[in-house]
């Protein structure tokens, strides 16, 4: 029922942007924090940004700060992560999360999205 659906990822050159955007159905959107999650094969998941219920807050890991923006739009029920200046090494699977505060991204009883895929190359 709990539906996360990530779009936007696609082939993109260093030094270029890219805009992900996730779409969730199925549960109170403004109940949950959200969080943009990303994944090399082989390799741990890692936390790359994350936003509270509306907006006030948002964090995210130091690799991508300032050059990344996190941003949610709780009347369509959407999380965006806004990709400037990318980098090769930014390439990677891309996953949304939608979770409890008290909890944390990725946490027991979060959700996911199935992953989209980025990759930096000229």
């Known amino acids: 029922q709990v539906q996360l659906v990530e779009s936007g990822g696609g082939l993109v050159q260093p030094g270029r942007s890219l805009s992900l955007s996730c779409a969730v159905s199925?549960?109170?959107?403004?109940?949950?924090?959200l969080s943009w999650h990303r994944q090399v094969p082989g390799k741990e998941r890692e936390l790359v940004a994350s936003i509270s219920r509306y907006g006030v807050n948002k964090n995210y890991t130091d690799s991508v700060k300032g050059r990344f923006t996190i941003s949610r739009d709780n009347a369509k029920n959407t999380v965006t992560l806004q990709m400037n200046s990318l980098k090769p090494e930014d390439t990677a699977v891309y996953f949304c999360?939608?979770?409890?505060?008290?909890?944390?991204?990725?946490?027991?009883?979060?959700?996911w999205g199935q992953g989209t895929q980025v990759t930096v190359s000229s």
């Open positions: 199925g549960l109170t959107f403004s109940t949950y924090a």
């Open positions: 999360n939608a979770y409890l505060r008290a909890y944390g991204p990725g946490s027991s009883g979060s959700y």
